[in-house]
């Protein structure tokens, strides 16, 4: 009895490859709607869809790591999207939203914030190949990354949304706070990285009512929240430099390159 020939798989990503470069590719294109905000001076339309990259780009990578989806491509794709989003983007929407003023001094302060977010993600992607790092480097991030860089050069835009009159639009604030930015984006600051925090048992419920208020004050007063989170994020940086510090002498000290303090005996 003759068998029948089975027919050929159809060959293809699956799903699980796909979803994560979907997500990406979203988050791109959100980038690049905030500049055609900006161009139209849709200011808050534009800080939006940037946010919004920003929610996408969060999500890609965790769910690649859920799905088991990762892929060189996909880490390439997810670098250039952040570039767009979180480094030329803000720059732009800036730049026509106040920094234009100051002319080319503007411009060029804008530039090195999209410089500054290229060289912080070519940093980034080299040292995720570094077999000499320490275990609890990983907790931190070299800097301050790209997605809460691009966030918090538009933190000057953001706050004029909640009090349209103060003094936060001016030229030379708005391209000073720029450069700031970039510098933070380059320098070798550790700032908090929460990819791996767990949470304990016992604080799963607050925190989950906590997320739930979040949530609320986000839609109620999404302007006010944002800014908020920007300064909480911004108060982390002495808590970051004093924890990383700490435990660089103390891996250095079991290395044997510091030697132990002198205790002082007893009385």
Not at 65 to 93: H, I, M, N, Y
Not at 104 to 133: I, Y
Not at 244 to 258: D, H, M, P, Y
Request: net charge positive; aromatic share 12%; charged share 15%.
């Amino acid at each position: 009895m003759l068998r029948r020939r089975a027919s050929p798989r159809l060959k293809g990503l699956s799903l699980n490859h796909l979803l994560p470069n979907l997500l990406t590719v979203l988050a791109l294109c959100s980038g690049l709607t905030a500049v055609r905000f900006a161009l139209l001076e849709q200011w808050q339309a534009a800080v939006a869809a940037i946010m919004v990259a920003g929610v996408l780009d969060g999500l890609d990578g965790r769910v690649a790591r859920l799905l088991g989806g990762g892929s060189k491509f996909g880490a390439e794709l997810d670098s250039l999207a952040d570039f767009l989003s979180f480094g030329a983007a803000p720059a732009v929407v800036v730049y026509t939203w106040s920094a234009h003023d100051l002319g080319g001094v503007g411009w060029a302060c804008s530039l090195f914030l999209a410089v500054c977010a290229a060289l912080r993600l070519a940093r980034f992607n080299t040292a995720l190949e570094d077999p000499d790092k320490p275990a609890f480097a990983y907790n931190y991030f070299v800097g301050v990354p790209a997605p809460a860089g691009g966030a918090l050069a538009l933190l000057p835009m953001m706050i004029t949304f909640e009090w349209p009159d103060g003094p936060f639009r001016g030229a030379v604030l708005t391209s000073t706070w720029m450069v700031v930015i970039g510098l933070l984006m380059v320098s070798k600051f550790p700032t908090f990285s929460f990819k791996k925090v767990k949470v304990p048992h016992s604080w799963v419920l607050p925190t989950l009512v906590g997320a739930g208020l979040f949530a609320t004050a986000l839609f109620s007063a999404p302007w006010l929240t944002l800014v908020t989170l920007g300064a909480v994020y911004l108060g982390l940086f002495p808590f970051s430099y004093r924890s990383f510090r700490r435990l660089t002498l103390e891996a250095q000290r079991i290395a044997g390159v510091v030697p132990p303090e002198e205790t002082p005996p007893a009385a």
